[in-house]
């Protein structure tokens, strides 16, 4: 059985986590929070039309993480919010070239 590992050394199954009733996942009455919603949408643009993403979406999703903390809660300054918007910008620009790596080499996914 394929598995990841966290930090703790815990292996995680692929069969476990697609496990929709055990996350409480129900794809029929599924409904995305508000940085779901700004995350999908930052992601779908980096993914396809970066220069569309326009200030007011960039500062949306920063104001959600200095009003509302990281994913843990915790509270995020100025600095830690511009530093989660690199990274996150880092992440979309590592997929894009992630995919047009596995494109080139057709890799099938």
């Known amino acids: 059985m394929g598995g990841i590992c966290r930090g703790s050394g815990e292996q995680i ?8 009733e055990e996350h409480g996942l129900d794809p029929n009455h599924f409904q995305l929070t508000h940085r779901q919603e700004l995350l999908m949408n930052f992601a779908a643009k980096a993914g396809h039309t970066p220069k569309n993403i326009t200030d ?18 915790n509270p995020v300054d100025e600095k830690k919010a511009e530093e989660i918007m690199v ?21 099938e996914v």
Do not use: C, P
């Open 13 to 20: 199954s692929f069969e476990r986590l697609s496990n929709r």
């Open 56 to 73: 007011e979406e960039f500062t949306a999703l920063k104001n959600d993480f200095l009003e509302h903390g990281d994913h843990s809660g």
């Open 87 to 107: 990274v996150l910008t880092a992440m979309a620009a590592m997929m894009v070239a992630n995919n047009y790596v596995n494109d080139i080499l057709q890799v």
